[in-house]
């Protein structure tokens, strides 16, 4: 067998044997410094869970784990690439007993479209606190652990009176900016006082699409935000848009109150201001703010890199008092032993069904939360194992952008191949077993051999699944079908197929995710 196709030092330096890796922690014992110059590979060998490899010069033998050869992620949660960019969303809002019982719809909400509302929790002062503690930890400022919003005689931030408030980022004179920004309502008796958010990723990328020159030069001017409260003076000189070394949209700074005077000619001063006024614009454009109005006990979570937000007028005489406080985005992301919470996989499913499954199935007439259920009704009506219904269940996850490393969704996707089953199939096998991934992995090439082995199938599929099956390779040669059919998970995929091109009916309903939660778990535990 030969080794995948990674340079011979990638392999030797990622090599997971007990000399090169510390099984208690997973860390590094050696260092590029300790491999020998002119490494090669003499011979990999095929150890079914595993490849082994011997390494030239020194014959070191090395041990991979498949999951090793998944394609890495090259973006670490933080930038468009992993987040539902939206023009209108609706609230993913969990009571605080429900949330306390199963944290991760909300948290991964908040990953997913920069916010999430938690209810009904207690309106004890202090109670803001106590809910950071669920995910991680607080970041404290020169505000305090705390901080509380109401009108005050002489506020040091227009925050603490009655006015309205335009969308803006908080603390972009700070850096690092907290990344975590929560409100939680005590009281409001107040006439007004709405709450909005707006997606400044979404905006920020329209400005991309509508005006490159004005978004490229948001994201390499420098400009200086400053605060001072006359005993503390904070600035940071950053870009409005902050991008990462590929490009793409890492973080948003606004706030007009804080911003100071921008530096340069006339000319460019100009420009910078041309620029400015277009990025407000898309910002404020009609229906591209979510509005609330938190009532007591209510907690907005945000991600203040992300979302701006705002709030309108209200009258001082109503009382209306909000705690609020500064967290970060790695507690919330981090793993147990870190301060976090682990995001169940399941949870993390249930998730995406309810928010990007929500979205247009490549031009089918169904969602694509609709289509994967619907398939899974027939798979589960049709008496099928349970691991065959989960799989066909979670076939088409693949196609979501949380799990599809770089790829956008819609006209991308509607031009290349992007290999959701395999991309689909790696990420279910950190948690379920091969009988559950591999028809997965499967499911596209089983259209294939079907298109060229069982006359009149191609004829059944749908003008989308037609188009895909073009990108897909078109139906498989003679060799290639032979291949296939002795492939130990074949006939299942086949069936998982004849399930997925008969569900795409708008008019059938079927249950919902809840309903395999259960079957999911059992799943779950043969790994």
């Known amino acids: 067998m030969t080794a995948p196709p990674f340079a011979p030092m990638w392999l030797r330096d990622n090599c997971h044997c007990g000399q090169c890796l510390d099984p208690r922690n997973g860390q590094k014992l050696v260092s590029v410094a300790d491999v020998p110059a002119g490494v090669s590979v003499l011979s990999a060998e095929d150890g079914g869970d595993v490849l082994r490899v011997v390494f030239g010069p020194d014959g070191h033998r090395g041990v991979f784990p498949r999951s090793l050869f998944a394609r890495p992620p090259d973006d670490d949660g933080r930038t468009e690439d992993s987040k539902e960019l939206w023009d209108t969303v609706r609230p993913t809002t969990v009571d605080w007993p429900d949330y306390l019982a199963r944290p991760a719809?909300?948290?991964?909400?908040v990953r997913r479209t920069g916010?999430?509302?938690?209810?009904?929790?207690p309106t004890d002062p202090g109670t803001v606190l106590e809910i950071v503690r669920t995910f991680g930890y607080v970041r404290t400022t020169n505000y305090g652990a705390l901080f509380d919003v109401r009108v005050e005689e002489r506020p040091t931030n227009l925050a603490f009176t009655g006015l309205s408030i335009g969308p803006h980022t908080d603390n972009p004179y700070r850096d690092p900016v907290p990344t975590l920004q929560l409100l939680h309502c005590l009281r409001n008796a107040a006439t007004g006082?709405?709450?909005?958010?707006?997606?400044g990723f979404r905006a920020a990328a329209l400005l991309r699409d509508t005006d490159l020159a004005a978004f490229t030069l948001l994201t390499r001017t420098p400009v200086s935000f400053a605060w001072t409260d006359g005993?503390?003076?904070?600035?940071?000189?950053?870009?409005?848009?902050?991008?990462?070394?590929l490009g793409r949209i890492r973080e948003v700074r606004f706030n007009n109150r804080s911003l100071r005077p921008v530096s340069g000619t006339a000319a460019e001063q100009e420009a910078f201001y041309r620029a400015y006024r277009a990025f407000d614009a898309l910002l404020r454009r009609p229906g591209a703010t979510v509005t609330f109005t938190l009532a007591p006990g209510d907690c907005v979570i945000f991600d203040n890199t992300r979302l701006l937000h705002s709030r309108t007028a209200f009258t001082d005489h109503g009382a209306r008092h909000l705690q609020g406080c500064y967290a970060d985005l790695d507690a919330l992301q981090s793993v147990p032993g870190h301060g976090g919470v682990t995001m169940d996989p399941i949870d993390e499913l249930d998730a995406l069904f309810a928010g990007e499954g929500a979205r247009d199935y490549l031009g089918e007439a169904v969602s694509q939360a609709a289509?994967?259920?619907?398939?899974?009704?027939?798979?589960?009506?049709?008496?099928?194992?349970?691991?065959?219904?989960a799989a066909t269940?979670?076939?088409?996850?693949?196609?979501?952008?949380?799990?599809?490393?770089?790829?956008?969704?819609?006209?991308?996707?509607?031009?290349?191949?992007?290999r959701h089953s395999d991309t689909g199939a790696e990420w279910l096998s950190r948690w379920f077993p091969a009988a559950a991934c591999e028809p997965v992995r499967l499911h596209v090439a089983a259209k294939r051999y079907l298109c060229a082995v069982e006359p009149g199938y191609a004829e059944q599929l749908s003008e989308a699944s037609v188009h895909t099956?073009?990108?897909?390779?078109?139906?498989?040669?003679?060799?290639?079908?032979?291949?296939?059919?002795?492939?130990?998970f074949a006939a299942d995929a086949v069936a998982l197929r004849r399930f997925d091109e008969r569900a795409k009916d708008p008019g059938r309903d079927v249950?919902?995710?809840?309903?395999?939660?259960?079957?999911?778990?059992?799943?779950?535990?043969?790994?």
């Open 469 to 488: 099956l073009s990108l897909q390779g078109g139906p498989m040669s003679t060799g290639e079908a032979a291949a296939f059919a002795v492939h130990p």
């Open 393 to 418: 269940l979670l076939h088409d996850i693949g196609h979501f952008d949380s799990l599809v490393t770089g790829v956008g969704a819609g006209s991308v996707r509607q031009s290349t191949d992007v």
């Open 105 to 109: 719809p909300l948290l991964n909400a």
């Open 511 to 527: 249950p919902g995710f809840e309903a395999y939660r259960s079957l999911l778990e059992g799943q779950r535990r043969l790994t």
């Open 115 to 121: 916010f999430g509302l938690l209810r009904a929790t």
């Open 231 to 245: 005993t503390t003076y904070l600035t940071a000189r950053q870009p409005m848009i902050g991008v990462d070394p």
């Open 193 to 199: 006082g709405e709450s909005g958010l707006v997606d």
């Open 371 to 389: 289509h994967m259920l619907q398939a899974a009704a027939l798979a589960r009506e049709a008496g099928s194992p349970p691991a065959l219904v």
